[in-house]
Protein backbone atom coordinates (compact mmCIF):
# COMPACT_ATOMS: atom_id res chain seq x y z
CA UNK A 1 0.00 0.00 0.00
CA UNK A 2 2.47 2.48 0.79
CA UNK A 3 5.87 0.43 0.72
CA UNK A 4 6.12 1.06 4.54
CA UNK A 5 6.45 -2.42 5.78
CA UNK A 6 5.19 -1.34 9.49
CA UNK A 7 2.02 0.58 8.49
CA UNK A 8 1.25 -2.25 6.02
CA UNK A 9 1.37 -4.69 9.19
CA UNK A 10 -0.32 -2.00 11.12
CA UNK A 11 -3.12 -1.59 8.61
CA UNK A 12 -3.28 -5.93 8.18
CA UNK A 13 -3.44 -5.63 11.89
CA UNK A 14 -6.78 -3.78 11.47
CA UNK A 15 -8.15 -4.98 8.71
CA UNK A 16 -8.35 -8.54 10.38
CA UNK A 17 -10.55 -6.89 12.91
CA UNK A 18 -14.50 -8.37 12.08
CA UNK A 19 -16.24 -5.58 10.00
CA UNK A 20 -13.56 -3.46 9.37
CA UNK A 21 -12.38 -2.83 5.64
CA UNK A 22 -9.59 -1.25 4.10
CA UNK A 23 -10.33 2.26 4.70
CA UNK A 24 -11.41 2.00 8.41
CA UNK A 25 -8.31 -0.10 9.10
CA UNK A 26 -6.32 3.20 7.42
CA UNK A 27 -7.72 5.66 9.45
CA UNK A 28 -7.12 3.43 12.79
CA UNK A 29 -3.32 2.78 11.44
CA UNK A 30 -2.93 6.70 11.06
CA UNK A 31 -4.46 7.57 14.36
CA UNK A 32 -1.57 5.56 15.79
CA UNK A 33 1.02 7.05 13.96
CA UNK A 34 0.12 10.71 13.61
CA UNK A 35 -0.29 9.96 18.18
CA UNK A 36 2.22 11.16 20.78
CA UNK A 37 3.92 7.63 21.62
CA UNK A 38 2.11 7.67 25.26
CA UNK A 39 -1.19 7.11 23.31
CA UNK A 40 0.43 4.28 21.43
CA UNK A 41 1.89 2.89 24.24
CA UNK A 42 -1.52 3.30 26.38
CA UNK A 43 -3.30 1.68 22.95
CA UNK A 44 -1.05 -1.17 23.42
CA UNK A 45 -0.82 -1.63 27.22
CA UNK A 46 -4.65 -1.85 27.17
CA UNK A 47 -4.69 -4.62 24.47
CA UNK A 48 -2.26 -6.89 26.38
CA UNK A 49 -4.32 -5.73 30.15
CA UNK A 50 -7.24 -7.28 28.59
CA UNK A 51 -5.87 -10.32 27.11
CA UNK A 52 -4.27 -11.04 30.39
CA UNK A 53 -6.92 -10.38 32.58
CA UNK A 54 -10.05 -11.42 30.86
CA UNK A 55 -10.94 -15.09 30.78
CA UNK A 56 -14.06 -17.10 30.69
CA UNK A 57 -16.22 -17.55 33.66
CA UNK A 58 -16.11 -21.29 34.87
CA UNK A 59 -19.67 -21.33 35.12
CA UNK A 60 -21.44 -19.62 32.15
CA UNK A 61 -19.21 -19.30 29.69
CA UNK A 62 -18.59 -14.96 29.68
CA UNK A 63 -16.22 -13.17 29.88
CA UNK A 64 -15.38 -12.04 33.35
CA UNK A 65 -11.74 -11.05 35.22
CA UNK A 66 -12.65 -13.81 38.23
CA UNK A 67 -13.15 -17.19 38.23
CA UNK A 68 -17.24 -16.81 38.19
CA UNK A 69 -18.77 -13.59 36.87
CA UNK A 70 -20.90 -11.45 39.03
CA UNK A 71 -24.05 -12.56 36.90
CA UNK A 72 -23.74 -16.38 38.18
CA UNK A 73 -22.53 -15.22 41.85
CA UNK A 74 -25.46 -12.79 42.50
CA UNK A 75 -28.55 -14.92 40.65
CA UNK A 76 -30.21 -17.69 41.04
CA UNK A 77 -29.83 -20.56 38.33
CA UNK A 78 -33.28 -21.66 37.96
CA UNK A 79 -33.71 -19.86 34.45
CA UNK A 80 -30.72 -20.50 31.87
CA UNK A 81 -30.34 -18.06 28.57
CA UNK A 82 -28.75 -19.77 26.33
CA UNK A 83 -26.72 -17.62 24.17
CA UNK A 84 -23.85 -18.62 21.04
CA UNK A 85 -21.28 -15.41 22.38
CA UNK A 86 -20.24 -13.73 25.38
CA UNK A 87 -21.50 -10.38 23.36
CA UNK A 88 -25.05 -11.81 23.16
CA UNK A 89 -25.03 -11.61 27.07
CA UNK A 90 -24.07 -8.02 26.52
CA UNK A 91 -26.98 -7.43 24.23
CA UNK A 92 -29.54 -9.46 26.94
CA UNK A 93 -28.78 -7.87 29.53
CA UNK A 94 -29.89 -4.48 28.09
CA UNK A 95 -33.25 -6.09 29.14
CA UNK A 96 -33.34 -4.51 32.93
CA UNK A 97 -35.82 -7.56 33.86
CA UNK A 98 -34.17 -10.29 33.58
CA UNK A 99 -33.18 -11.65 36.75
CA UNK A 100 -31.76 -15.67 35.85
CA UNK A 101 -28.20 -16.51 34.78
CA UNK A 102 -26.58 -17.46 31.22
CA UNK A 103 -24.70 -20.17 28.98
CA UNK A 104 -22.60 -19.25 26.78
CA UNK A 105 -22.59 -22.13 23.76
CA UNK A 106 -19.40 -20.56 22.24
CA UNK A 107 -20.82 -21.37 18.81
CA UNK A 108 -23.77 -23.14 17.15
CA UNK A 109 -23.84 -26.57 15.72
CA UNK A 110 -22.98 -25.77 11.93
CA UNK A 111 -22.54 -29.27 9.73
CA UNK A 112 -20.70 -26.99 6.64
CA UNK A 113 -18.18 -25.69 8.80
CA UNK A 114 -17.64 -28.99 10.97
CA UNK A 115 -19.28 -28.08 13.93
CA UNK A 116 -20.96 -30.36 15.94
CA UNK A 117 -22.96 -30.46 19.47
CA UNK A 118 -18.95 -31.55 20.82
CA UNK A 119 -17.67 -28.44 19.44
CA UNK A 120 -19.73 -26.07 21.56
CA UNK A 121 -20.64 -25.99 25.24
CA UNK A 122 -23.79 -27.92 25.74
CA UNK A 123 -22.57 -30.80 27.81
CA UNK A 124 -21.52 -27.98 30.09
CA UNK A 125 -25.02 -26.98 29.80
CA UNK A 126 -26.58 -30.55 30.96
CA UNK A 127 -24.56 -30.74 33.77
CA UNK A 128 -25.30 -27.18 35.31
CA UNK A 129 -29.19 -28.27 34.29
CA UNK A 130 -29.38 -31.32 36.50
CA UNK A 131 -26.73 -29.84 39.21
CA UNK A 132 -28.93 -26.42 39.96
CA UNK A 133 -32.57 -28.25 39.47
CA UNK A 134 -32.89 -25.69 36.59
CA UNK A 135 -36.89 -25.23 35.54
CA UNK A 136 -36.60 -23.08 32.57
CA UNK A 137 -33.82 -22.84 29.78
CA UNK A 138 -34.59 -20.31 27.19
CA UNK A 139 -33.53 -20.74 23.85
CA UNK A 140 -31.71 -16.69 22.64
CA UNK A 141 -29.73 -18.02 20.23
CA UNK A 142 -29.69 -15.75 16.83
CA UNK A 143 -32.74 -16.71 15.00
CA UNK A 144 -30.78 -17.91 11.59
CA UNK A 145 -30.45 -21.98 10.11
CA UNK A 146 -27.58 -22.70 12.51
CA UNK A 147 -29.08 -20.94 15.71
CA UNK A 148 -32.17 -22.65 15.08
CA UNK A 149 -30.62 -25.90 14.66
CA UNK A 150 -29.19 -25.40 17.86
CA UNK A 151 -32.04 -24.42 20.05
CA UNK A 152 -34.00 -27.65 18.07
CA UNK A 153 -31.09 -30.19 19.44
CA UNK A 154 -30.85 -28.69 22.26
CA UNK A 155 -34.69 -28.86 23.08
CA UNK A 156 -34.72 -32.62 22.08
CA UNK A 157 -31.79 -33.44 24.96
CA UNK A 158 -33.89 -31.56 27.69
CA UNK A 159 -36.88 -34.13 27.23
CA UNK A 160 -35.88 -36.03 29.35
CA UNK A 161 -34.83 -33.45 32.74
CA UNK A 162 -38.29 -32.01 32.50
CA UNK A 163 -37.06 -28.67 32.16
CA UNK A 164 -39.11 -26.11 30.34
CA UNK A 165 -37.68 -25.08 27.23
CA UNK A 166 -38.46 -22.05 25.43
CA UNK A 167 -37.47 -19.70 22.73
CA UNK A 168 -37.44 -16.13 22.16
CA UNK A 169 -40.09 -14.63 20.39
CA UNK A 170 -39.42 -13.48 16.65
CA UNK A 171 -39.19 -9.74 17.47
CA UNK A 172 -35.79 -10.25 16.50
CA UNK A 173 -36.13 -11.00 13.09
CA UNK A 174 -34.62 -13.82 11.12
CA UNK A 175 -31.06 -13.86 10.27
CA UNK A 176 -29.99 -10.90 12.12
CA UNK A 177 -27.45 -11.24 15.50
CA UNK A 178 -28.86 -10.64 18.52
CA UNK A 179 -25.98 -8.01 19.56
CA UNK A 180 -27.94 -5.51 17.37
CA UNK A 181 -30.79 -5.63 19.12
CA UNK A 182 -32.67 -2.43 20.85
CA UNK A 183 -33.69 -3.50 24.58
CA UNK A 184 -37.14 -3.10 24.10
CA UNK A 185 -37.45 -5.48 20.79
CA UNK A 186 -35.38 -7.60 23.01
CA UNK A 187 -37.62 -6.90 25.95
CA UNK A 188 -40.60 -8.20 23.90
CA UNK A 189 -39.23 -11.09 22.86
CA UNK A 190 -38.03 -12.62 26.08
CA UNK A 191 -42.07 -11.49 27.31
CA UNK A 192 -43.32 -13.61 24.18
CA UNK A 193 -40.76 -16.47 24.55
CA UNK A 194 -42.63 -19.50 23.49
CA UNK A 195 -42.15 -23.47 24.51
CA UNK A 196 -40.13 -25.34 22.26
CA UNK A 197 -41.99 -28.97 21.84
Known amino acids: MNNIEALDKLVGVFRSLPGVGIKTAQRYAYKIINSD ?5 DFAESILNAKKQ ?3 CKECGNFTDKEICDICLKRKPKIICVVKEPKDVFAM ?9 YHVLHGTINPLENIGPNDIKIKELLARIQKNKTEEVIMATNPD ?3 EATAMYIAKLL ?10 AQGVS ?3 ELEYADEITLSKALEARTEID
Open 54 to 56: VKY
Open 174 to 176: IGS
Open 145 to 147: VEG
Open 159 to 168: KPFGVKVTRI
Open 93 to 101: EKVKDFDGV
Open 37 to 41: NQYAE
